[in-house]
């Protein structure tokens, strides 16, 4: 390939790459599955403008015929694959999802192994940061900034410091009696269907059995009892009661 092609389809596969890391995650395997389609069109296109398609004619040619004897050999083995197939896909549902949960400031990921949280400023003066690059003053002056904007950011960012801090924070925390834990409405807000499912770290249109499962794994990292939060406990309570309603 003409190293200008090659500098255009590495560029084209960086923005699919940083395009799907936008998406939430909910849509990133389907986004995912667009840029591979895309790149994979530009390749048979350029194969065709500079006449060198019939190499890839030439190569099915030449795989056919160890494919027609392979075929039989591979219908035996069906069942067993299909079998193994169902096995990664049921692993895949346990290891390295992701839970999002996403307020008018705050944007928070738990990761569904390791039990951590992180997450990213949306708005106001520290926008763009990271959480875990914040200083306790930066802390202490965004939790104080979403007290006063937005009482959902609050109480998801006061449930990322109990998470990391535990309650040492609290003592140096000149809102505490504003605290939204101290609020008495238990309201988590509206959520869509969309929403649930990215907390519950769930592709659409995941069936019952796997809301279940991913609540009760969930739950076992969140749950107030755990010394997790009540917030994200609820949001959790919520997530699945919609996607149960059907």
Request: proline share 4%.
């Amino acid at each position: 390939m003409h190293p200008l092609g090659l500098v255009l389809l590495g560029a084209i596969a960086i923005a699919g790459m940083l395009w799907v890391r936008s998406k939430p995650i909910a849509q990133r395997r389907s986004a995912s599955i667009q840029i591979a389609l895309i790149l994979v069109t530009l390749m048979l296109i350029y194969l065709a403008v500079t006449g060198r398609l019939h190499w890839l004619g030439a190569l099915i040619a030449a795989v056919l015929p160890f494919m027609r004897k392979l075929l039989p050999l591979l219908l035996r083995f069906l069942p067993f694959l299909k079998h193994l197939y169902k096995r990664k896909q049921a692993g895949s549902q346990h290891a390295g999802n992701q839970s999002e949960v996403q307020t008018a400031l705050i944007r928070m990921t738990l990761d569904h192994d390791s039990g951590v949280m992180y997450g990213t400023v949306l708005g106001g003066p520290l926008q763009g940061r990271e959480l875990g690059t914040l200083s306790e003053q930066e802390f202490l002056q965004l939790l104080s900034d979403c007290r006063a904007q937005d009482q959902e950011s609050a109480r998801l960012l006061e449930a990322y410091l109990d998470k990391r801090f535990g309650d040492s924070w609290r003592e140096d925390d000149p809102g505490a009696n504003n605290s939204s834990q101290n609020v008495a409405d238990n309201n988590t807000g509206v959520m869509s269907r969309e929403e649930a499912y990215s907390i519950l770290g769930l592709e659409p249109g995941a069936d019952a059995e796997s809301i279940i499962n991913a609540h009760r794994r969930l739950m076992q990292k969140v749950h107030p009892d755990r010394g997790g939060s009540d917030y994200l406990a609820a949001k959790i309570n919520q997530a699945k009661d919609l996607l149960l309603r059907g």
